[in-house]
């Protein structure tokens, strides 16, 4: 319809549309553009969350590890009375100060936080053990003879008293290496490692929490974007369908993946490339986490061999029709720990496992339970692998004698074979029995159970 050289659409002058049209572009991508703003923030806040997260997780763990180190070079220096032990504790509380410094990360990126209260209580916790390792190293040095003017301050301004100083020299060393080595000492460390621990935990929760929210959010964005893309589709095809391909595809895709807890595929556009990699690092360092968890709760420390725990889910879980089970125990070990110091102790134990490793099967179980005693659960072995069982005893202690720095030492070992129903319990008391008869017939050898 024209009317005065005005063309007109449904009653309305065609270039009043077009001003109508234009403006309602402008108006959809303005909205648009301040959808994908929100949506990039919510992308940057999830990459921030992640790094702070690494960043506080990593401060908690210096904390922990400076309280384990200040506890090894303390029992170190009243066992030994080493001057380099004493140095580096004292380096370590004056100089490095790796406690201090993590909770002063935590002061300034979390404050008034339930994580930050836990650090502290951890360094408190540390700081009042510090004050009895220090009285345990004042009652040490005069066992050792150092000079007194030689000491660190904080050494010579503790008041000993007049009972400590009617004790001998011998009896200040015995109550010093009591200190760090008795149970309340071992309790305040395990509060401090609680402690850490419940900030890690508190750390993780508050990350999942910011996880969650910027994922709902970025949901409810993304159904906005939704609407106003299908509009703008009708105006701009070619965009619109450009835009859909590089970003609500792959980002449609990637709302179920985080909610069935799975890693996102980097690809499409910048935003949800960036969204991807800060989300699977999250998602990564969080998998890491969880497997260090569950390795550390059934793995002993110090050999890497299974511990008491992981020994007890194996035997729950073991569904064989045969198997032989070996208690093997490091022939007196404890003389070791009282001649050489626990350093060497711990080197042996390691020797031994690592050669226990290399006799027995892949598909057996070798297991640290406790102090100098192993077990072994041979898979698919009876009665038949008793010469088997008598070489590889025999070999281990071949292997022991020829590495110098194990100090001679030898084990000696129970056998007893088990089927399929029989009780776990019985099974290894028979094998205790017959380790007990191989210590009395002088060591260095296996013995079976009837």
Request: glycine share 6%; hydrophobic share 40%; net charge negative.
């Amino acid at each position: 319809m024209t009317v005065s050289g005005q063309k007109y659409i449904g009653g309305i002058p065609q270039r009043k549309l077009n001003y109508i049209m234009y403006g309602m572009v402008i108006v959809i991508s303005a909205l648009l553009l301040f959808t994908t703003v929100q949506t990039t923030a919510g992308y940057t806040e999830m990459h921030n969350a992640t790094e702070s997260y690494i960043e506080l997780q990593s401060a908690a763990y210096d904390l922990q590890v400076s309280s384990d180190y200040l506890t090894e070079q303390v029992q170190c220096f009243v066992i030994t009375g080493k001057r380099t032990y004493l140095n580096a504790y004292f380096d370590e509380i004056n100089v490095a100060r790796r406690r201090e410094k993590s909770v002063e990360i935590f002061r300034e990126m979390l404050p008034g936080t339930v994580a930050l209260s836990e650090i502290e209580d951890a360094l408190l916790q540390s700081n009042e053990l510090a004050q009895r390792e220090m009285k345990a190293i004042r009652y040490a040095v005069d066992f050792f003879g150092f000079e007194f003017s030689e000491l660190p301050a904080q050494i010579r301004n503790i008041d000993v008293g007049e009972h400590i100083n009617s004790l001998t020299a011998e009896e200040k060393k015995e109550l010093a290496q009591t200190m760090v080595f008795d149970a309340a000492y071992h309790s305040r460390k395990s509060k401090i490692t609680g402690d850490v621990q419940d900030c890690l935990n508190e750390l993780a929760k508050d990350t999942r929490s910011t996880e969650k929210n910027t994922t709902e959010r970025l949901g409810k964005l993304l159904a906005r974007q939704q609407i106003l893309i299908v509009v703008l589709l009708l105006m701009v095809a070619v965009v619109a369908v450009m835009t859909s391909y590089q970003v609500i595809i792959p980002l449609l895709r990637a709302i179920p993946q985080i909610r069935e807890d799975m890693p996102l595929p980097v690809r499409g556009a910048r935003e949800y490339r960036f969204l991807a990699e800060t989300y699977n690092k999250m998602y990564q360092t969080n998998s890491e986490r969880k497997k260090e968890l569950a390795f550390e709760a059934s793995h002993d420390k110090l050999t890497g061999l299974y511990n008491r725990s992981g020994y007890e889910d194996i035997v729950k879980t073991l569904d064989l029709f045969a198997y032989t089970l070996l208690i093997i125990d490091i022939d007196r070990f404890k003389g070791i720990n009282d001649t050489y110091g626990h350093d060497v102790g711990d080197d042996v134990l390691s020797g031994a496992a690592r050669i226990m490793r290399n006799t027995f099967r892949s598909e057996d179980y070798i297991c640290r339970i406790g102090g100098d005693e192993f077990v072994v659960i041979m898979v698919r072995a009876g009665a038949e692998a008793k010469t088997k069982i008598e070489e590889k005893i025999n070999s281990i202690n071949a292997d022991l004698r020829k590495d110098e720095t194990l100090k001679g030492v030898s084990v000696s070992a129970g056998a007893a074979f088990a089927k399929r129903g029989d009780d776990p319990e019985k099974v290894f008391k028979d094998a205790d029995n017959a380790l007990y008869e191989a210590k009395d017939v002088g060591r260095k050898c296996v013995r079976f159970a009837e």
